[in-house]
């Protein structure tokens, strides 16, 4: 008898989940993870946040940009802040070249951001009216820059996975060809970002989507407005967001930086004329150079390479686009050939050309698209 109470107050043995029931513990703790991922990438904070509505603005005119236009320029905010295309079909007009161009450049366009809108040029080739023509700046920012803000998180879905991870790989192993860009990649919290802004893809479908990655902004009809107005260009000096504008504030730049500036100039001209490169280019940057080409190959008519004056120019990454596209593809507007830009009256700050800068780069293309 005391035996038998004994056994009654022993617990019973623990039986077996079965598959159905440890299918249904897995779909609740990804569910819980999600959920928790969600919050976080809400209530976390973001650096660059109006950054989604120049991504999503250029995105959503494409098709309206490029349908009757010759020529596109795509880039980082080099294309984006310094060529003017409202200038260049004001002129183009003037002269009776017979192009048309617009700007679908983006300040710190990553990877995946030039694929998507390639993609979207590829869509608008049926309803193409003429040949168009793509020039694009090959520096573009990696794959895991501004990691945390909307913009990227945006941008990473399964059909730019192939690139965003090259120009990761590129950034991680091989020569930095911008040395002075500074980016969060190394770090393991950068990492985990990073996959879990693949993992966030899953709520970009419908109205949820659009919620959480394209909320505008104070900014997004000024920016619209402002966009359309200009063929897609928009100079540093005139963006509505003052924290943005004020940057590379000009005076700063004059005061601080010219010195700098003048010699970063004349390293340039060096590397040019002796063509030594900042680093020479390892298999890792030969292939994601390799992967942008293909890009704009499947989904242009004509690839074209556009180096505008910048100090950071590395001749070896010139060469081997030369030896890739031909030389008559390749637009290299460079210190030592257009020595013109050397004067640090004519730029917002190192990168971005103020307005008498961009009215002079404006004359060199013109000149360039326009001889006969």
């Not at 035996?3 to 569910?31: D, G, H, M």
């Not at 003429?130 to 059909?159: C, D, E, F, W």
């Not at 990761?168 to 970002?193: F, K």
């Not at 890009?295 to 690839?303: L, P, S």
Request: charged share 25%; glycine share 6%; proline share 4%.
């Amino acid at each position: 008898m005391a035996s038998s109470e004994q056994n009654a107050v022993l617990p019973n043995k623990s039986r077996a989940y079965t598959v159905a029931e440890w299918a249904v513990i897995a779909v609740f703790s990804l569910a819980g993870l999600a959920g928790v991922s969600l919050a976080f990438q809400l209530l976390a904070p973001t650096h660059y946040d109006t950054g989604i509505d120049h991504v999503s603005q250029k995105l959503t005119t494409v098709a309206e940009a490029t349908r009757d236009a010759d020529i596109v320029f795509i880039g980082t905010s080099v294309v984006y802040r310094n060529v003017d295309t409202k200038a260049l079909n004001e002129e183009s007009a003037r002269r009776n070249c017979g192009l048309k161009f617009h700007n679908l450049g983006l300040p710190a366009m990553t990877a995946a951001e030039f694929q998507l809108l390639l993609e979207e040029i590829g869509k608008t080739k049926p309803q193409r009216s003429r040949p168009l023509q793509v020039y694009y700046h090959p520096i573009l920012y990696y794959g895991m820059t501004n990691i945390r803000s909307r913009r990227t998180k945006y941008a990473n879905r399964l059909g730019t996975l192939d690139i965003s991870w090259k120009s990761v790989w590129a950034e991680g192993t091989a020569a930095r060809i911008v040395s002075n860009m500074d980016h969060e990649s190394n770090s393991w919290p950068a990492l985990m970002a990073f996959a879990r802004s693949w993992v966030m893809s899953v709520f970009r479908k419908g109205d949820l989507g659009r919620i959480i990655f394209d909320r505008p902004t104070k900014f997004s009809s000024l920016i619209a407005e402002y966009l359309k107005s200009h063929d897609g260009f928009m100079p540093l000096v005139d963006d509505p967001d003052e924290a943005v504008a004020k940057f590379g504030r000009r005076t700063e730049f004059r005061q601080k930086n010219v010195q700098k500036f003048k010699q970063e100039t004349s390293d340039a001209v060096a590397r040019i004329r002796q063509r030594n490169g900042v680093k020479s280019l390892t298999e890792d940057d030969l292939t994601y150079h390799r992967a942008l080409i293909g890009a704009v190959q499947k989904n242009a008519d004509r690839v074209s390479v556009f180096f505008p004056p910048l100090v950071t120019v590395n001749p070896t990454l010139v060469d081997f686009y030369r030896q890739s596209l031909g030389e008559n593809e390749i637009l290299d507007i460079n210190f030592m050939e257009y020595p013109e830009f050397g004067d640090p009256s004519l730029w917002y700050d190192g990168a971005h050309l103020d307005k008498p800068g961009i009215a002079k780069l404006t004359g060199r293309l013109i000149e360039h698209f326009c001889r006969k």
